[in-house]
Nanobody
Framework: QVQLVESGGGLVQPGGSLRLSCAAS????????MGWYRQAPGKQRELVAA???????NYADSVKGRFTISRDVAKNTLSLQMNSLKPEDTAVYSC??????????????WGQGTQVTVSS
């Protein structure tokens, strides 16, 4: 029903920058939130940043001041600008979309992820 495709991942050196993008398509209706999650080997998946339908944002403490989440409603895209990258930012980053469906139920959709590697 909804498809999410991430892009923009790659290999960067510590202190570098990277911009991730998520393109959404399909049956997009009443979006609640969109966000970026990441999962590193041996760690649980964690929320990196999220943005609500009203434009409110939320960031993990570890990325505050370095990452910025943004959206383009007209283009159905979500972006994550990552600056001052650290080796500990290395992970697979996935795009998430949560929206309301039938019977007031909430549905989550996920992209397949894009690899971000921060290394010297």
């Amino acid at each position: 029903q909804v498809q999410l495709v991430e892009s923009g991942g790659g290999l960067v050196q510590p202190g570098g920058s990277l911009r991730l993008s998520c393109a959404a398509s399909g049956s997009i209706t009443r979006i609640n939130t969109m966000g970026w999650y990441r999962q590193a080997p041996g760690k649980q998946r964690e929320l990196v940043a999220a943005i609500t339908s009203g434009g409110s944002t939320n960031y993990a403490d570890s990325v505050k001041g370095r990452f910025t989440i943004s959206r383009d409603v007209a283009k159905n895209t979500l972006s994550l600008q990552m600056n001052s990258l650290k080796p500990e930012d290395t992970a697979v980053y996935s795009c998430n979309l949560n929206q309301m469906g039938s019977s007031n139920r909430r549905y989550d959709y996920w992209g397949q992820g894009t690899q971000v590697t921060v290394s010297s």
